[in-house]
């Protein structure tokens, strides 16, 4: 958690990054917290492993909200709660909708790249395991830059998340198509 503090003219004064808050006796407990301050033209830093966080944090448990988790570290079930969660306290959720299609659409790309280099590799027919191997790892690549670019374009508001998560499971079903018609010829 970081707890940032500025002064009336919203000036910086102090900032926190707290590694755990325990709510004890009516008071917040700090723990691992790295304090910084500016001094002059200075920033210095301090670590405490307990801190009392009576005048730092002044809101009761009931008024704090996580506003923030990886969607990486979430089940299916709580990933989607989550994103509910979000929806309903209007906050940006697009990279947890994000990871949430990703995941849906990840076992049918996988499908797909694994028929891709299949046919790949019966169209060649000269030494199978070298050229499965080769096309394994570059549409493996062309897999991650494809999810890298259209993340990015979503990211910039150029894509709904919806199309930016399905696009490359449609661009692995294009390349799959066009493989298996100049195998077929």
């Known amino acids: 958690m970081m707890i940032i503090l500025k002064d009336q003219d919203d000036n910086f004064k102090k900032r926190y990054d707290i590694s755990k808050a325990e709510w004890v ?3 917040w407990m700090l723990y691992g ?3 910084f301050y500016k001094v002059e033209l ?3 830093e301090k670590f405490y492993e307990v801190l009392d966080g009576e005048n730092i944090v002044n809101l009761e448990p009931g008024y704090i909200k996580i506003i923030m988790l990886s969607s990486k570290t979430l089940n ?5 709660t989550w994103i509910g969660d979000l929806i309903k306290e209007n906050l940006n959720y697009s990279d947890a909708l994000f990871d949430l299609l990703n995941r849906i659409f990840f076992s049918f790309r996988l499908i797909l790249l694994s028929f891709t280099v299949s046919f790949v590799s019966l169209f060649l ?3 199978i395991f070298i050229w499965s191997l080769l096309n394994s790892i ?3 690549v062309v897999y991650v830059i494809s999810i ?5 374009l979503a990211d910039l508001g150029y894509l709904s998340i919806f199309i930016a998560s399905s696009l490359p499971t449609i661009l692995f079903i294009i390349i799959n198509f066009v493989v298996y018609n100049l195998i077929c010829k």
Do not use: G, P, T, Y
């Open 25 to 27: 006796d009516s008071k």
């Open 33 to 35: 917290v790295r304090e």
């Open 42 to 44: 200075d920033v210095i």
């Open 76 to 80: 299916f079930s709580k990933l989607v």
């Open 125 to 127: 027919k000269k030494n």
């Open 138 to 140: 570059a549409f493996a």
């Open 148 to 152: 890298m670019v259209f993340n990015f």
